[in-house]
């Protein structure tokens, strides 16, 4: 059988997408408390996030999620890393929420700060393993904004991270130029 550039390319990079939400699962996480959400798109669905970055980017006043968008689409799958919000019980000795404590933190709708950590340390082990699959990756926040506003993740995920990925001779994700 022959196997041809394209179709191997293809299935590395999807590969790589289920082995990095593979490690954003097992990175460590607050208490052991595991609140990531993960989730992989690829073709129109990964092209509905780039249209969303395009519709939010006039009123956010963010223009560069208009270039964003372009390298949502260059890309050949989309990796969502996300979180749900919830306290980890740590109470008065921890306070570094700037609460008192955790219903204190709950009542006034603030956010654990275990939650981002949690969310970015799941990132880092994530694009490790892109990097060890030699897989060309860039971390947007406007693509977790896009998927936050077409609630892809549900509406209990309050924070959400986007990594595009593509297998190309020259990454699509640097030497961007700002979008006029």
């Not at 969303?52 to 990796?79: H, I």
């Not at 297998?167 to 979008?179: C, E, I, L, M, T």
């Amino acid at each position: 059988m022959i196997y041809n550039s394209d179709t191997l390319e293809r299935e590395a990079l999807l590969d790589c997408a289920r082995r990095m939400c593979a490690a954003a699962r097992t990175a460590p996480k607050a208490k052991g408390i595991d609140n990531i959400v993960t989730l992989v798109l690829t073709r129109e669905d990964k092209d509905r996030v780039a249209d969303a970055m395009e519709r939010l980017s006039e009123p956010l006043g963010y223009k560069f999620f208009f270039r964003d968008a372009g390298n949502v689409r260059a890309a050949g799958a989309l990796v969502l890393l996300g979180v749900r919000e919830g306290q980890r019980g740590l109470n008065d000795g921890c306070r570094h929420c700037h609460f008192e404590n955790c219903a204190d933190c709950a009542v006034h709708n603030g956010v654990c700060v275990y939650d981002p950590m949690d969310l970015g340390i799941a990132i880092g082990s994530a694009v490790a393993v892109a990097a060890d699959c030699r897989v060309d990756n860039r971390v947007l926040f406007s693509a977790g904004r896009a998927a936050m506003e077409l609630k892809l993740m549900g509406d209990d995920v309050k924070m959400v991270m986007g990594i595009p990925l593509a297998v190309a001779g020259k990454s699509p994700f640097f030497d961007r130029k700002p979008k006029q």
